[in-house]
């Protein structure tokens, strides 16, 4: 079975940082491209980063770039998303995703429960 697991969240400081876990099992996830979407506080859901099959191809909304980094560790079948320079504005609980293909055009398919990330001083 398709399992996913965020982990990491928690409570950090404006300008903090913060590494989020995504661990995948019932699938390589390094076959497919996987994303992190959150949804922040009466907000809906908002694609963030997106990582290709190849990992070299990493795509990010404009404002997370050059704060959130995506990428994966093949041996523990895991993909991170390395947060720094937290702004208020991260508050949300962040979900990884898993692509139907290895194109990051594809559809989600799998979902983990998400794990809260709140940037407050």
């Known amino acids: 079975q398709v399992q996913i697991v965020e982990s990491g969240g928690g409570l950090v400081q404006p300008g903090g940082s913060l590494r989020l876990s995504c661990e995948a099992s019932g699938f390589v996830l390094s076959d497919y491209a996987m994303t992190w979407v959150r949804q922040g506080p009466g907000k809906g859901l908002e694609w963030i980063a997106d990582i290709g099959r190849s990992g070299s191809n990493s795509l990010y909304i404009d404002s997370v770039k050059g704060r959130l980094t995506i990428y994966r560790n093949v041996p523990k079948n895991t993909l991170y998303l390395q947060m720094n320079s937290l702004k208020v504005e991260d508050t949300a609980v962040y979900y990884c995703?898993?692509?139907?293909?290895?194109?990051?055009?594809?559809?989600?398919?799998?979902w983990g429960k998400g794990t809260l990330v709140t940037v407050s001083s």
């Open positions: 995703a898993k692509r139907m293909g290895d194109g990051q055009g594809d559809g989600l398919d799998y």
